[in-house]
């Protein structure tokens, strides 16, 4: 004889297989504490509301909310309803948007970038002279910032992508590091420590320093490593980019620590010493928002950007990307 077995499932499980308005129902019913309001924002009628939620109630066989004549409130295991719900229903209300938007970004035949104006010649603009021999067509729009512009302008979606250093990144943000670049120290050629093999950040903390803006990464790394060491920095300007620090320190106005990228053409005119030994080398990458999706030309440029990165072992990071332009 053959036995049947009946398998029911829970009221749970039914109610996640209904109609996902309900859902949307007790949503806005929670957030507005009032089916009237939950109503107007689903153009509905306030009877429609509370229908679903009653249905809802009879399939978890639990109350969601505490009923008053001036509104409602979740009980407790409203609540916790609440808190699974309320990321499903956010993302499914905003999916037409996303969606449109990242459609539109996948069509776009441009890709957008922001850097730094040092990081845009070092970096990208020896990549795209090679990578635009084999890709005449490739649009780009190029923006020059400092390193906030940059963060603001990705999580804006105003660009595709910004290069830039890892320090302070956002929550929204992701980063995926290009190259790890050293400090190094720059005097004019006749400086007392332009001759120096071994220089410690006390022998620089005997000299007027040039800094760049407080909200560089550099910076930081600068003034942590001269903390740690009890050491006071003669601070006598802020420069907002390096290659206006650059100038400063050929006029012999005083010397500045950089990142190596940005002075390598700047050898005949500035003496240049390794700190390597005295400050942690920077992470440079891509920085883009996260979830959203490249333009082809954007995917192509990054695709370009790592190939430079990794094509050689012979040369430091920074010079192997240098190499493309040669």
Known sequence: MTSHITISEPPSARFFQGDLQQLRCFYYAATFRSFTRAAAQLSTVQPTISNHIKQMERLLGVELFHRHRRGVTLTDQGALLFQL???????IDRLPAEFAEQARAVARQEGRLAAGQELLLHLVAPVLHVYRRAQPDLRLVVYSRVREEVFHMVVNGDVDFGIAARAGLGSGLEFEEMLADELVLITPRRHELAGRDA?????????????PDRASSTRQVIERAFEERGLEAQVTMELERWHVIKEFVALDQGIAIVPHFSVLGDRRRLAIRPLRDRLPPLPYGIIRRKGSHLSSPARALIDALRTQAARSDSFSPVERIHQASR
Do not use: C, H, K, T
């Not at 719900?85 to 993302?91: D, I, R, Y």
């Not at 220089?199 to 800094?211: E, G, K, N, T």
């Open 199 to 211: 220089i410690s950040l006390a022998d620089i903390a005997r000299y007027p320093l040039l800094l």
């Open 85 to 91: 719900a309320a990321p499903l229903v956010e993302g």
